[in-house]
């Protein structure tokens, strides 16, 4: 049928695929949680206004790529393109924007409706971080380091870059100087993009348009509007990332996407993704949580593109565990027993009960073929002595167990 199709961008994740997602998944997770990150779950929908507020209404995001849709009472809602949005809501709602230090984590899918390329596409998974409370560059520290670990656990090579944007005033300024910067190039840049520039032209510093390099070359840099404060803290991150042995490079020109970002910003850049090269960023947002209703709470945090990882990372070799291989129909309900004694023993263990009707060499290049380490064959004798041969395909060597040393050998 002709509707019995993927819509474009949302591809189906399944084999080798997903194996490399999860693993993805699984690591951030357990990165997290060794830094005592608790697990926060938002909705997949929320109101566009959101977004509008925080992503602000003249960025990409909110301009070009939201998916979004009326529900029945009129409402203007659409799919989480980001998700710390998501977060920062959750805690007004929920009246968690306390002054209490607060580090959660997500993972989960986001929505963007733009063109799918390599390391892009219209649903994609995310993993990231939120540090609330905490105005202190130790903060800043954590979530790089969380970031810098988790990228170290994937044996992912990835230069870190940084930058610090100041606060909201000296954005102000900022902004008002590239404004006047541009009046000068109005007829050579396109009309729309001159209208959005002006609107918010610190996001033409990280631009790739050619045209907006070159106009920019000779502009100042945003350091140049810091106060002494300012200069201090961007020292200070600087000085703690080395000391904590993280490598970085200044890139002047990082500013991020999103409006609500202050103070540090940073991205971490891989080459084996072509132009989608950017794998996980974040920074601050001091004001976000005030503007969206809920107290003034300082706050840091970074995303990361599962799908974008998992496609640069080797796929985790997922040896070990017992395949159980069965001589004949009544073998196979005994395997099953065992197989269910085993797990109630070891819930991490991983069992195959072999259910076809492939003969016993058959059997055996399955087992070797799932990266299984060991592999037991069942029959009529297993069934009447209770002692099973099993080999081990790593070392190729075999030995026997007794129902009882069985159970004991792959407990816990």
Avoid: H, W
Wanted: glycine share 6%; with cysteine.
């Amino acid at each position: 049928m002709k509707d019995l199709k993927t819509i474009r961008g949302m591809p189906d994740l399944y084999a080798e695929e997903m194996n490399r997602i999860s693993f993805v998944e699984d690591v951030c997770t357990e990165i997290f949680r060794s830094f005592n990150f608790q697990e926060f779950r938002t909705p997949i929908l929320e109101n566009k206004s959101l977004f509008e507020r925080s992503a602000g209404d003249t960025s990409d995001i909110v301009q070009k790529e939201v998916y979004e849709f009326e529900d029945r009472k009129g409402d203007l809602l659409c799919l989480r393109p980001e998700g710390t949005a998501g977060i920062v809501r959750a805690l007004v709602t929920n009246g968690l924007d306390n002054d209490e230090i607060k580090k959660y984590f997500y993972i989960g899918p986001m929505f963007r409706y733009e063109r799918p390329q390599k390391g892009r596409k219209r649903q994609f998974y995310q993993a990231g971080a939120e540090l609330i409370g905490d105005p202190s560059s130790n903060a800043d520290i954590e979530v790089i380091q969380v970031a810098n670990l988790i990228l170290e656990k994937l044996n992912v090579k990835a230069e870190l870059q940084i930058n610090y944007i100041g606060c909201a005033d000296t954005l102000e300024k900022y902004r008002e100087y590239l404004r006047n910067f541009l009046k000068d190039f109005k007829d050579t840049v396109d009309e729309k993009l001159y209208f959005r520039l002006q609107r918010n032209p610190i996001r033409a510093l990280d631009s790739k348009d050619e045209n907006i390099k070159k106009i920019l070359k000779d502009v100042k840099k945003i350091k140049e509007f810091f106060n002494k404060e300012q200069k201090e803290k961007f020292q200070d991150i600087q000085k703690k990332l080395l000391d904590a042995g993280v490598d970085f490079i200044i890139n002047e020109n990082l500013v991020r996407g999103l409006d609500y970002y202050t103070g540090t910003v940073f991205e971490y850049i891989s080459s084996e993704l072509g132009a989608q090269n950017a794998i996980l960023g974040g920074g601050r947002y001091d004001n976000l949580i005030e503007n969206l209703g809920g107290k003034k709470l300082p706050a840091t945090g970074f995303a990361l593109g599962i799908d974008r990882l998992s496609e640069i990372i080797n796929e985790p070799k997922q040896s070990g565990g017992i395949f159980i291989g069965s001589l004949d129909a009544e073998s196979k309900s005994f395997a099953q027993k065992i197989a269910y004694q085993l797990r109630k023993n070891s819930s991490n263990l991983k069992i195959e009960t072999y259910l076809g009707n492939a003969n016993l060499s058959k059997q055996m290049k399955k087992a070797d073929s799932q990266s299984f380490k060991f592999v037991m064959i069942v029959g009529q004798e297993e069934q009447k002595s209770l002692k099973f041969k099993l080999k081990d395909l790593e070392l190729n060597k075999s030995f026997e167990l007794s129902e009882k040393e069985l159970l004991e050998y792959f407990s816990g």
